[in-house]
């Protein structure tokens, strides 16, 4: 038999959900559409590399105004959040980026704690995230959460 303690609340602590989404070869309005299919509010850019050689229809300075414009909210994070790191150090002697590392920088846990708040507020989607990242991110919170579980509900938004 299960009861209260009386004077004790216990806190449920929820989980939010966050969208991922790349633009792949879609035109704007179709990006902009499937925001609006899956109910988005706020989209996080976390593209390093702002521009598109193959899509320039998503340059940061086209893409930030659309999406405003359709009442979304638009934040750009990847000085802190992107895949590629600027400093020398966050690469191993092949190149590869050392994402552990990456998510240790107070500036990515500043970030991500962004990231998490906004979408305890909002429907958020990531804009482009690379998986390997989205992964060392989520191991990076969950060791820092009671439980150690991390927050592990993310789903993406392109079909």
Request: proline fraction near 5%; hydrophobic fraction near 35%.
């Amino acid at each position: 038999m299960l009861s209260a303690v009386p004077g004790t609340i216990k806190t449920v602590l929820r989980r939010p959900t966050i969208w991922t989404v790349g633009h792949s070869n879609h035109e704007c309005e179709r990006l902009l559409e499937l925001f609006r299919e899956h109910q988005i509010e706020y989209v996080v850019d976390v593209r390093s590399q702002r521009y598109s050689r193959f899509a320039p229809q998503f340059h940061r300075e086209s893409l930030q105004p659309a999406v405003e414009k359709t009442g979304i909210r638009y934040s750009f994070l990847a000085q802190a959040l992107g895949g590629r790191p600027e400093r020398h150090e966050h690469y191993d002697s092949d190149g590869h980026a050392l994402y552990g590392e990456i998510a240790a920088q107070p500036s990515f846990q500043h970030a991500l704690q962004r990231v998490l708040d906004g979408a305890n507020r909002y429907r958020l989607a990531l804009h482009a995230l690379a998986r390997a990242q989205l992964h060392d991110a989520e191991r990076q919170h969950a060791d820092a959460e009671p439980g150690g579980e991390g927050c592990d509900d993310h789903r993406p938004v392109s079909r």
